[in-house]
């Protein structure tokens, strides 16, 4: 069966320092990876979505940044974090043939102060 | 733009008795459909997906698509207090290149209560 890892469960930094989230996927091959954040009280905001090894697309212009190094290995970047990326970080997957169910991780919730 | 649009509540309703969430979407081309559940601090978890006009049963959950209507909704039946959760819509990209990136699109939720 397939499983989503997230980490850290939680984070607390301060503003301008770097943010580095990871995630990563076991069970399954050449997945469809996502990057959500939820801010509070708020809906799912798409991040970045990545088909394979190094095709990011990204949904909306900000500091993140996105990588995906390995198939199943999806890194969610920041050089300078500002106090609006507080939020809930989701990862998820999907195998996205043609439209499949998407399954997400346990989230990483991230304060910055 | 697409938009998905669910009431966002709060919804209460008392044990034992079917709740009703309600959604609607903009894109006619859209042939995707997923309900999830959210509890509080928790990620999102899938209870249900549609693809099909009509009526979709799982357990206590049925699914209503109606594409003429663009309308999709979840029956939650002998509502539970543990069915106390944000309930999501999301809706795939209909005939473009979101659709073949498996890519969705997301309500905000409508929060339900079930009281004992």
């Known amino acids: 069966s397939q499983t989503i890892h997230q980490w850290p469960a939680t984070l607390v930094q301060p503003v301008g320092s770097p943010l580095s989230l990871e995630c990563t996927v076991e069970g399954t091959s050449n997945p469809n990876l996502y990057w959500y954040r939820q801010a509070a009280g708020r809906g799912l905001q798409l991040l970045f979505y990545?088909?394979?090894?190094?095709?990011i697309s990204s949904e909306v212009p900000q500091n993140l940044s996105a990588s995906r190094p390995q198939d199943r290995q999806f890194i969610l970047s920041s050089k300078k974090l500002l106090l609006s990326d507080s939020g809930f970080y989701l990862c998820?997957?999907?195998?996205?043939?043609?439209?499949?169910?998407?399954?997400f991780g346990p989230g990483t919730r991230l304060t910055v102060t | 733009q697409k938009e998905v649009e669910q009431n966002s509540g709060p919804l209460s309703v008392p044990e034992g008795a079917i709740a009703s969430l309600n959604c609607t979407y903009s894109d006619r081309g859209s042939q995707s459909f997923f309900w999830y559940r959210q509890y509080s601090g928790k990620s999102p978890e899938l209870i249900m997906f549609?693809?099909?006009?009509g009526d979709k049963e799982d357990g206590r959950f049925t699914a209503q698509l109606n594409k003429a209507s663009q309308y999709v909704s979840l029956l939650i039946r002998d509502s539970q207090p543990s069915d106390s959760a944000t309930y999501l819509c999301a809706v795939n990209g209909g005939a473009d290149r979101g659709s073949t990136l498996g890519r969705l699109y997301f309500g905000r939720g409508t929060q339900l209560t079930v009281w004992p």
């Open positions: 998820a997957w999907s195998l996205g043939q043609p439209v499949s169910e998407q399954y």
């Open positions: 990545s088909v394979g090894i190094g095709q």
């Open positions: 549609i693809y099909s006009n």
